[in-house]
């Protein structure tokens, strides 16, 4: 569940109190969706039912979600209720799809260096697993880089009335070279999703931190909770 921190850095440009753990594994796995495995049921979890507002809510689409890492490797689980699914159809699931957060999906927001604020990465899987992976930069425009690969790898499950995500993201291509992951490292993280048909106006649209924008808006790095990395 989540947890709330006790305070605020004095002047820090984040405004968001929430935290998840990320728990160490001792070896790594390859994804395939399937969250009965130990690993996640030795997870802690983070669940959320609400708008990017924070002010309505949707049980139907209720989303937990975990994270588990090792030195080189950060993974993130995602267990999804939906009625029904809305994904792109007839293209190539193994290809990047750009534009993919027009139809179901989760996404990790993620930064490892939380004083560059408006610098961090996105990664979005479907329920049929297609994928994209974008570097941001709000301070350019356009602020986001389709041609960065991070090189990670997902897989999704669908059930009856519930999908899954695994998702594996190389700490190499976040962060300098050489870097590896240890217990006490903090990074700041969101965790997204979209669920259902129409336009954003009819859509679902949910967010762990609640961004607090007045319209949709995903990009508000300052509302980015924080994952600790623990033993």
Not at 1 to 26: E, I
Not at 136 to 144: E, N, Q, V
Not at 181 to 207: C, H, I, K, P, Q
Request: proline residues 6%; positive net charge.
């Amino acid at each position: 569940m989540s947890v709330q921190s006790k305070g605020l850095l004095k002047g820090s440009p984040y405004t968001s109190k929430l935290q998840a753990n990320s728990k160490l594994m001792r070896k790594d796995i390859i994804p395939d969706g399937n969250l009965d495995k130990l690993v996640w049921k030795n997870a802690p979890w983070v669940h959320f039912d609400h708008d990017w507002k924070g002010q309505r809510w949707y049980p139907g689409a209720e989303t937990r979600v975990a994270s588990r890492w090792t030195p080189s490797q950060i993974y993130f689980a995602f267990w999804c209720k939906y009625s029904t699914l809305n994904v792109f159809g007839g293209e190539d699931t193994a290809g990047e799809k750009y534009g993919l957060w027009e139809k179901d999906v989760v996404e990790v927001f993620l930064n490892p260096d939380p004083e560059r604020v408006e610098q961090y990465y996105e990664f979005e899987v479907a329920p049929n697993n297609m994928w994209i992976d974008l570097q941001i930069d709000l301070t350019k425009s356009p602020f986001h880089d389709e041609s960065w690969n991070s090189g990670f790898v997902h897989a999704t499950q669908v059930q009856k009335n519930v999908w899954t995500c695994e998702m594996r993201i190389p700490v190499a291509a976040m962060a300098p070279r050489g870097f590896r992951l240890r217990s006490g490292t903090e990074w700041r993280v969101n965790f997204y999703r979209a669920d259902g048909r129409g336009g954003n106006a009819e859509r679902r649209l949910l967010a762990w931190s609640p961004t607090l924008s007045p319209k949709p808006n995903f990009h508000v790095p300052a509302r980015f909770g924080l994952v600790h990395f623990v033993h």
